[in-house]
C-alpha cells in the first residue's frame, strides 16, 4: 500500500494548511466576538422577579381621584358591562363619567391571540425614584415585530384601563400591575384581559430614557405651539430636534390635552429614535449599545436579545412602522369606579382590534 502522505503534492499541503490557518482565523475572530458580545451583554441589568418583592393583595391601593368640578350630577349605572363611548377631547373640562358599582361588573371571556409569527415586548417606562425597586408603570407600550414582512407595531395600553388583576388583586388600573409584581403579573393581566400573548420586557426609567436620547444625539419631531412652550429649551412649532431632556418633556405632556395624545407623542419620540439608528453605521451602533446597555432593565435572555438584535438588522432597511392605542374611541367608557376614573374597557372589540387590525400578522 503506498504512504499517503508522499503521494500527497506540495501544492495539496499548501493549501491543506493555508485552510487549516484560515479556519483557526475565522475561529479566533468568532471566539473574539462572541466574547465581545458576551461582555457588552452582560452590562445590562436584568430583572430578577425571584428577588424582588412584590406587593401582595392585602397591601393594594388605589389612586383615587377628586369629584370633577361640574354643574351637572354624574349619572349612575348598575350594570356595569363594557359599553363604550368616545372620550372628549380635551382635560379643561369635566369628563362626561357614569358611576359605577364595582360589584356589578360582569367581565368577559378572552380568547388568547395565537402569535407564534411575532415577536412581543413590551416598553415600560416609569418614574423611579432613587432607592425604589418598581413603581407604577407610567408608559406600556407593546413593540410587537414580523420578522417575515419587517412590519412593527407600537401599540400603546393606556395606564387608566380598569382591569382585572390576577393573583387574588381587585380590579384595577392596568399600570399597578407591574408594581404589584413586575413584569409576570404585567403579561399575565394583559393576557386575561386582552388576549395579548407578551414574550419579554424592557423597562427604562426617566433618567435613563433622557440619557439614551441624549447619546443618539437628539431625536427630530413635529411640535405644535402649545408644545413647544412647555418643552422649553428654544423648542419652536414645526419639526423641532429635541435633546433628552426635552424629548422626555414632551412625552410626558398631558395637561394640554389628554392621555391618548400623551401616547401618541410617546409613540413619534420612539418611531423618531428607530430612524436615527436605522441611519447609523454598525460602528456607531456598536458603540451605542456598549454606552446605552446599562440604561435599560429587561428580563430576556442573552440568546432572546441576540436574536432579536440579528432580526432586526437584518430587516433593517424595510421596517414598516405603525402606531396604534388602546383602547381605541369605540372601545371603552369612561367611568368612575372605587372613585377612580378610569376607562372601562370593551374587551372583546379591543381583542377584535389587536387581532385583524394593530397586530403585524401577515394578512
Known amino acids: 500500500m503506498s504512504d499517503p502522505e508522499a503521494t500527497t503534492s506540495p501544492r495539496r499541503r499548501a493549501a491543506v494548511v493555508a485552510a487549516a490557518v484560515a ?15 458576551r ?18 393583595p392585602s397591601q393594594e391601593s388605589f389612586a383615587t381621584d377628586p369629584p370633577p368640578a361640574s354643574t351637572a350630577p354624574p349619572a349612575s349605572d348598575a350594570s356595569g358591562g363594557t359599553a363604550s363611548a368616545a372620550a372628549p377631547e380635551e382635560t379643561t373640562t369635566a369628563y362626561p363619567y357614569t358611576v359605577i358599582d364595582p360589584d356589578s361588573i360582569r367581565w368577559e371571556d378572552v380568547e388568547a391571540i395565537e402569535s407564534a409569527d411575532l415577536v412581543n415586548v413590551m416598553l415600560v417606562g416609569q418614574d423611579r425614584r432613587a432607592g425604589e425597586e418598581r413603581t407604577r408603570s407610567d408608559t406600556m407600550i407593546l413593540f410587537s415585530l414580523n420578522p417575515r414582512t419587517g412590519e412593527i407595531a407600537l401599540i400603546s395600553f393606556l395606564r387608566d384601563l380598569y382591569v382585572r388583576i390576577p393573583g387574588g388583586y381587585a380590579d384595577n388600573r392596568l399600570n399597578n400591575a407591574y408594581w404589584y409584581g413586575g413584569f409576570p403579573l404585567l403579561y399575565e393581566t394583559l393576557n386575561v384581559n386582552f388576549g395579548v400573548s407578551v414574550d419579554r420586557g424592557i423597562e427604562v426609567d426617566f433618567d435613563g430614557f433622557t440619557a439614551l436620547i441624549d447619546l443618539i444625539g437628539g431625536v427630530d419631531v413635529t411640535l405644535t405651539a402649545a408644545e413647544a412652550s412647555v418643552v422649553g429649551g428654544g423648542a419652536a412649532e414645526g419639526v423641532c430636534h429635541l435633546n433628552g431632556r426635552q424629548a422626555l418633556a414632551f412625552s410626558r405632556i398631558r395637561k394640554l390635552d389628554n392621555d391618548f395624545n400623551r401616547t401618541g407623542r410617546q409613540r413619534a419620540v420612539l418611531e423618531a429614535v428607530f430612524q436615527k439608528l436605522r441611519e447609523a453605521d454598525l460602528a456607531t451602533l456598536l458603540k451605542l449599545l456598549d454606552a446605552a446597555l446599562p440604561m435599560i432593565t429587561t428580563d430576556m435572555t442573552d440568546s432572546e436579545l441576540m436574536s432579536l438584535a440579528v432580526k432586526l438588522a437584518s430587516l433593517s432597511g424595510e421596517l414598516q412602522i405603525r402606531g396604534h392605542l388602546i383602547p381605541a374611541s369605540d372601545s371603552y367608557r369612561f367611568a368612575r369606579i372605587r372613585e377612580m376614573e378610569v376607562l372601562l374597557p370593551d374587551a372583546a372589540r379591543i381583542q377584535r382590534h389587536l387581532q385583524e387590525d394593530y397586530l403585524p400578522f401577515d394578512r
Open 39 to 56: 461582555n457588552t451583554l452582560d452590562k445590562i441589568p436584568r430583572v430578577d422577579d425571584a428577588v424582588l418583592s412584590t406587593i401582595p
Open 23 to 37: 479556519a483557526a482565523a475565522l475561529l479566533a475572530i468568532a471566539v473574539g466576538v462572541a466574547l465581545s458580545v
